[in-house]
């Protein structure tokens, strides 16, 4: 890749790069404009429009999700947060596809639409590991399937182009984050480009969007005032967005040392990446790496028009999370709605501590999508949250969890330079000297909440890192003696030492010191509990010797898995790149199971039911990190005891 002078990139974005080299003041971008009161809903419908007085929205979001008004459903807490930024927002959830009538029916907006597939890439959330498709889907009411198309993202900004000619549509979410660059597609079998290309929108917002988008609107918004005609340059170079622009001079020298703020990287073109699938690995770790050292713009070329990608947006702070989510979420599906989505049910009584995770591990999308800063919630303002909960309709005492990607980073904090770091994990290959974790603050948090007026139980049941864990043994006490009902399910993923360097996963005698740690405090506590590990099959350099030697393991231990993910390359990581390229991220040549018969070999020496019959993977799909989180049943105990 080549370094491209930082005139390039400012003639690239239409604007002198202020935007980069001066990231936007958190207290620049909130709350100054005339707030708009909360309403206990965002409108989904003219009539709850005109009952909040509103004559126009100011922006329309369109999703391939229920509207839940909870703050893990992005909607709702892109909406929310708007309105405190004072524009009035409605939101149109699972449009029908064959017509724009429902996308139409609250009136054009007055600034721009906003489009999400949805908490998961569409595509993952329609299709197994064996690509068959799936008959529910989590964040639909009742759990029905088929609410929303394949590749939304780029349906959806057909439709609004349809309805709404000449509006800004923004694209956003998991699916656009993960698809920004070229990228393999495991449903199409093939190297797809970026989707922002496909969708024809007018810009693409990765990671987390509270910045972009009010910054967004806000450009929109005074652009309106003046001239009611926005410039196709007016959303160029906001932090955590892409671009389309022109054919850019890419003929500047490379940059001869370490990238300074705001200059530019270039990026393999798509074309390259075609010809040659292991560029895919090249482009995917640049992008990895900036998504976490925040510092320069990449650009990839696409026959003659180049994708510009801007930094990624600063991390919310602690005050904004607090501010964030203080927001009057009612925890509740849309009242249009006569049944539940099922991830309601799942996460309605959950709380959000912080985001961003450390770990980098290669097949998850948090780390490029969130980054691996870790954003802290202060303890005032959680206590405050479970305090508000307590008095919900539907509280029945129990808080089903408090954490992030990773039960155990909050607070959290790198005491070194992240811009300048070459690391791919704070964690991997091990714990980095820089990393400072907080874990006795956690278990002082959790304890207080546990004693809050109305709070009967407070539950931690999976997401604990477990080589972090065993940092700090006080903390292992507390989980383990005090917020453990009986299972913990842990990520080991396999006892491999080459798949799990491929995974970036700590070696597997983490795991066995933690299941040693687990089993003394249970006994000590009077407790029979368990670990349930989560499995992955097939991972890119994983063969069918190693997956017997997991088998062989198991038996050892007299475990029998209850489901194995099979892993399933999605969309932007790493191990989707190495995957497509059968390369490790070093180059080197690794064997990866492709064809269904090979997955299937691999799947079903842990999963021998699931050999001829796989299973049709009725679970929860975990949004953060677009990876099946098993149902694992209640272990059997004689097979399960240690
Ligand atoms: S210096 Fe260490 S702790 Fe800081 S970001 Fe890099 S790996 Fe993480």
Not at 449 to 470: E, F, I, M, N
Not at 540 to 549: A, I, L, Q, R, Y
Request: proline share 7%.
């Amino acid at each position: 890749m080549a370094a491209i002078a930082p005139w390039a990139t400012a003639a690239l974005s239409g604007r002198v790069l202020a935007t980069a080299a001066s990231p936007l003041d958190a207290n620049d971008i909130c709350y100054r404009l005339p707030k708009v009161p909360q309403p206990e809903f965002l409108p989904m419908s003219r009539a709850e429009m005109e009952r909040l007085g509103w004559d126009t929205l100011d922006i329309l979001l369109v999703s391939g999700d229920a509207y839940v008004d909870h703050p893990s459903f992005g909607s709702a807490l892109l909406g929310r947060w708007l309105c405190a930024a004072g524009f009035r927002v409605g939101i149109v959830a699972q449009p029908r596809w064959d017509s724009p009538a429902d996308i139409m029916k609250m009136g054009r907006p007055r600034l721009f639409v906003g489009v999400t597939a949805g908490a998961l890439d569409s595509m993952l959330a329609h299709y197994t590991a064996f690509r068959k498709k799936r008959h529910d889907d989590a964040y639909t009411p009742g759990g029905a399937a088929g609410a929303r198309p394949n590749r939304a993202c780029i349906v959806y900004t057909s439709m609004v182009r349809h309805a709404f000619p000449g509006i800004p549509v923004v694209i956003g979410g998991i699916e656009a984050s993960m698809r920004r660059i070229s990228h393999f597609d495991f449903w199409a079998d093939s190297i797809r480009r970026s989707i922002l290309l496909d969708s024809k929108a007018d810009l693409l917002v990765y990671g987390m969007a509270e910045r972009a988008i009010v910054e967004i609107a806000t450009r929109l918004d005074s652009i309106a005032h003046n001239t009611n005609a926005h410039p196709p340059t007016a959303l160029h170079g906001i932090r955590g967005t892409a671009y389309v622009a022109g054919n850019p001079d890419m003929s500047a020298s490379p940059h001869p040392g370490p990238l300074q703020e705001g200059e530019g990287i270039k990026l393999p073109s798509h074309e390259d990446i075609l010809a040659n699938p292991r560029l895919l690995m090249t482009a995917t770790l640049a992008m990895e790496r900036e998504a976490h050292n925040g510092l320069a713009w990449l650009v990839q070329m696409n026959q003659k028009r180049a994708l510009v990608i801007a930094p990624p947006a600063a991390p919310l702070g602690s005050n904004e999370l607090d501010e964030l989510y203080s927001l009057p979420f009612t925890r509740l599906a849309h009242p249009s709605y006569s049944k539940v989505p099922p991830a309601l049910e799942m996460i309605q009584f959950s709380v959000t501590s912080h985001r961003g995770c450390a770990g980098g591990c290669s097949f998850c999308a948090l780390a490029i999508h969130q980054g691996r800063h870790i954003s802290s919630r202060s303890a005032d303002s959680i206590l405050s949250e479970v305090t508000s909960l307590t008095k919900h309709p539907a509280w029945r005492g129990s808080l089903t969890n408090i954490g992030g990607a990773t039960a155990n980073m909050w607070n959290a904090a790198c005491k070194g330079n992240q811009a300048k770091c070459q690391r791919p994990s704070c964690l991997w290959p091990h714990i980095c000297a820089h990393f400072s974790p907080d874990q006795q603050s956690l278990a002082d948090l959790m304890k207080s909440v546990s004693k809050l007026p109305g709070v009967k139980h407070l539950r931690t049941a999976s997401g604990v890192r477990h080589d972090l864990a065993l940092t700090d043994l006080s903390y292992l006490q507390s989980v383990v003696g005090e917020f453990t009902g009986g299972q913990l399910t842990v990520a080991p993923e396999h006892n491999s030492s080459r798949v799990l360097s491929l995974m970036r996963k700590p070696p597997f005698a983490e795991f066995e010191r933690f299941l040693a740690a687990f089993d003394r405090i249970s006994r000590q506590c009077g407790k029979e509990q368990y670990v349930i590990p989560y499995l992955i099959s097939a991972f890119p350099g994983c063969t069918v010797e190693d997956m017997k030697e997991l088998a062989a393991w198991l038996r050892q231990k007299n475990w029998k898995p209850q489901q194995v993910q099979c892993f399933i390359p999605t969309p932007g990581t790493v191990a989707s790149a190495m995957y497509c390229a059968g390369i490790d991220p070093d180059g080197n040549p690794i064997r990866v199971a492709k064809t269904d018969a090979e997955r299937l070999q691999q799947h079903g020496i842990l999963c021998a039911d699931e050999r001829s019959h796989p299973r049709s993977n009725h679970h929860f799909l975990d949004s953060r990190k677009e990876k099946v989180q098993h149902s694992v049943a209640k272990p059997k105990r004689d097979l399960n005891r240690r």
